[in-house]
């Protein structure tokens, strides 16, 4: 079945320095968002993207679909202590009509410490 | 105040019980979803439901059973079949067509001793 592969499951980085989480679809997606959960919460949607090859950004964070729409990654400069949580991206897929349609495929997610 | 609302926020019951978590949302969404999320293995679909009367299983529906009678609320039954049922569930919705985006409610908490 179609899986998302996310990496680094962990990331440990000092206040002040970059970090990325990379996202990686067995199949091609129809578009991809990102979604980020503190500590005790519940995800919240950061993103989405759906043209081949877009990037996106918010403040410090910046979002890229890569051009065969099959991976992404999320990049934080110089990273702040309120960034802390885990990061999931989340690949859409509309494929045919069947158990495909309108379901998200979720990666484990990348944990973000930050020390200050 | 719109928003998704799953109660309790924790929940505790012994082992062979079935328990019905609740989850309820006033943003007129179409699509509603159950997920687990369990240390380190990211948020697996459980259930999901499209429209009401209608729902399809997800990638762990085993043990598990879901109703969709009415638009705003997707209740999941816990049952006693499930083997490990102790984890942090999460309910989320979609506006519809042509919005892909998920809402999450704050989840509930269960442990089954």
């Known amino acids: 079945g179609q899986q998302v592969m996310q990496i680094p499951q962990y990331q440990h980085v000092q206040e002040g320095e970059d970090f990325t989480t990379y996202c990686n679809s067995s199949?091609?997606?129809?578009?991809i968002q990102w979604y980020k959960q503190r500590p005790g919460g519940h995800p919240v949607f950061l993103i989405q993207?759906?043209?081949?090859?877009e990037v996106k950004k918010q403040k410090r964070l910046t979002f890229q679909f890569g051009e065969a729409k099959k991976n992404s990654s999320l990049h934080i400069t110089a990273t702040q202590t309120t960034d802390v949580g885990t990061y999931f991206c989340a690949g859409f897929n509309r494929g045919s009509r069947g158990s495909t349609l309108g379901r998200l495929y979720f990666g484990r997610g990348t944990q973000l410490t930050v020390w200050p | 105040d719109g928003g998704i609302t799953q109660s309790p926020k924790y929940l505790f019951r012994k082992e062979g019980q079935n328990v019905t978590l609740s989850c309820e949302q006033n943003l007129n969404h179409d699509a509603m979803y159950w997920y687990r999320q369990d240390p380190g293995q990211g948020l697996r679909l459980i259930y999901y439901?499209?429209?009401?009367?209608?729902?399809q299983k997800g990638d762990i529906a085993e043990g598990y059973s879901v109703s969709r009678e009415k638009k705003e609320s997707f209740p999941l039954t816990v049952t006693s079949a499930q083997k490990n049922p102790t984890a942090f569930y999460l309910c989320a919705s979609r506006p519809g067509q042509g919005s892909y985006e998920q809402y999450f409610g704050p989840g509930t908490r269960l442990t089954v001793t």
């Open positions: 993207l759906v043209k081949s090859g």
């Open positions: 199949t091609t997606l129809s578009n």
């Open positions: 439901s499209q429209i009401v009367n209608d729902f």
